[in-house]
């Protein structure tokens, strides 16, 4: 018969073994603590945020330019296709530069359309391809402006009063808004990671 005495061990004493179980639990149970703790974000930084202030501006401007875009190549670019094709003067690469504004006008188009997608789910590319919308707008009517004196051999063909005014429409709104996508507090708290 066994006595009380004589079990081997105590319900209350642990062996050296399940001592170092229990420490190496706690400490795992710290480091994962700490590691969740270092996984936080910074919180963003102080300011205004959304989509408000001077960026709901641009989303105005934003949801317009799809439709504008389109009414350019309907009352503008398609009319110069069909006159081009019923006319008796020829001159080489005229269709393929007006083809050309059409192509490259309908991209914008549907360039601002994904804008506008980006914009309203803060994704944290949009103002990155803003900036690209728009400096590549600027070189595109340059350019534009250029190939068609150019093909035609007349240097102030397309320098007319609207050709101008969409210049420097480009290269103002370029001018204001890249930096302001750049260094806005707004758009920094908006668009973030």
Same mark, same amino acid.
């Given at each position: 018969?066994?006595?009380d005495?004589?079990?081997?061990?105590?319900? &209350?004493?642990? /062996?050296?073994?399940?001592?170092?179980?229990?420490?190496? =639990?706690?400490?795992?149970?710290?480091? &994962?603590?700490?590691?969740?703790? +270092?996984? =936080?974000?910074?919180?963003?930084?102080?300011?205004?945020?959304?989509?408000?202030?001077?960026?709901?501006? $641009? @989303?105005?401007?934003?949801?317009?330019t799809?439709?504008?875009?389109? !009414?350019?190549?309907i009352t503008?670019?398609?009319p110069? #296709?069909?006159?081009?094709?019923?006319?008796?003067i &020829?001159?080489?690469?005229?269709?393929?530069? #007006?083809?050309?504004?059409?192509?490259?006008? @309908?991209?914008?188009?549907?360039?601002?359309?994904?804008?506008? !997608?980006?914009?309203? /789910?803060?994704?944290s590319?949009?103002?990155?391809?803003?900036?690209? $919308?728009?400096? +590549?707008?600027?070189? $595109?009517i340059?350019?534009?402006l250029?190939?068609?004196?150019?093909?035609?051999?007349?240097?102030?063909?397309?320098?007319? +009063?609207?050709?101008?005014?969409?210049?420097?429409?480009?290269?103002?709104? @370029? @001018?204001?808004?890249?930096? !302001?996508?750049? !260094?806005?507090?707004? #758009?920094?708290? /908006? $668009? =973030? #990671?």
């Amino acid at each position: 018969m066994e006595t009380d005495n004589e079990s081997p061990t105590n319900e &209350h004493e642990k /062996t050296g073994e399940e001592i170092n179980q229990e420490v190496r =639990v706690a400490d795992n149970q710290e480091i &994962h603590q700490e590691q969740q703790e +270092s996984i =936080v974000l910074p919180p963003i930084a102080d300011g205004p945020e959304g989509i408000g202030g001077w960026l709901i501006l $641009f @989303a105005i401007g934003l949801i317009i330019t799809p439709f504008r875009l389109a !009414y350019g190549i309907i009352t503008t670019l398609i009319p110069a #296709v069909i006159s081009l094709g019923t006319s008796d003067i &020829h001159i080489p690469w005229l269709n393929t530069l #007006v083809y050309g504004e059409i192509v490259i006008n @309908a991209g914008f188009a549907l360039f601002s359309g994904l804008l506008l !997608y980006y914009l309203f /789910t803060k994704n944290s590319r949009f103002p990155q391809l803003v900036i690209i $919308f728009l400096l +590549s707008n600027v070189c $595109f009517i340059l350019l534009d402006l250029i190939l068609a004196g150019q093909i035609t051999g007349v240097q102030d063909t397309g320098m007319d +009063s609207s050709s101008i005014r969409e210049l420097l429409r480009s290269f103002i709104g @370029a @001018a204001i808004w890249v930096p !302001y996508f750049i !260094y806005s507090k707004r #758009v920094k708290n /908006t $668009f =973030v #990671v």
